[in-house]
C-alpha cells in the first residue's frame, strides 16, 4: 500500500483524490519483475512517484510512462 511510504505531514497535505491516484500509479508498477520481492526499491518507487505527482505531472498515465522508460 502506497501511504506507508509516507510521512505523516505529506499524507495530511494530500487529498483523497492524490491519495487514489498516486495508490493507483504506485499499484501498477510494483507488480513489475524489477520491483518484486525487493522491499527497497518499492520505497524508491514510492518516493519517486510522489516526487513526480507534485512537480512534474498528476496524470496517471503520464507517470506511468514516465516510471517505466525514464529519458
Same mark, same amino acid.
Not at 1 to 18: I, P, R, T, V
Given at each position: 500500500?502506497? @501511504?506507508?511510504?509516507? $510521512?505523516? #505531514? *505529506? +499524507? /495530511?497535505?494530500?487529498?483523497? /483524490?492524490?491519495? +487514489? &491516484?498516486? *495508490? $493507483? &500509479?504506485?499499484? %501498477?508498477?510494483? &507488480?513489475?519483475?524489477?520491483?518484486? +520481492?525487493?522491499?527497497?526499491? $518499492?520505497? %524508491?518507487?514510492? !518516493? @519517486? &512517484?510522489?516526487?513526480?505527482? !507534485?512537480?512534474? @505531472? #498528476?496524470?496517471?498515465?503520464?507517470? =506511468? #510512462? =514516465? $516510471? !517505466?522508460?525514464? @529519458?
Amino acid at each position: 500500500m502506497f @501511504s506507508e511510504y509516507l $510521512l505523516k #505531514q *505529506e +499524507e /495530511g497535505a494530500l487529498s483523497n /483524490g492524490d491519495m +487514489e &491516484v498516486l *495508490e $493507483l &500509479v504506485f499499484e %501498477t508498477l510494483k &507488480v513489475e519483475n524489477i520491483y518484486h +520481492e525487493h522491499p527497497e526499491k $518499492l520505497h %524508491t518507487l514510492a !518516493r @519517486s &512517484v510522489l516526487a513526480l505527482y !507534485r512537480h512534474v @505531472s #498528476q496524470d496517471p498515465a503520464k507517470l =506511468i #510512462q =514516465i $516510471l !517505466r522508460h525514464p @529519458s
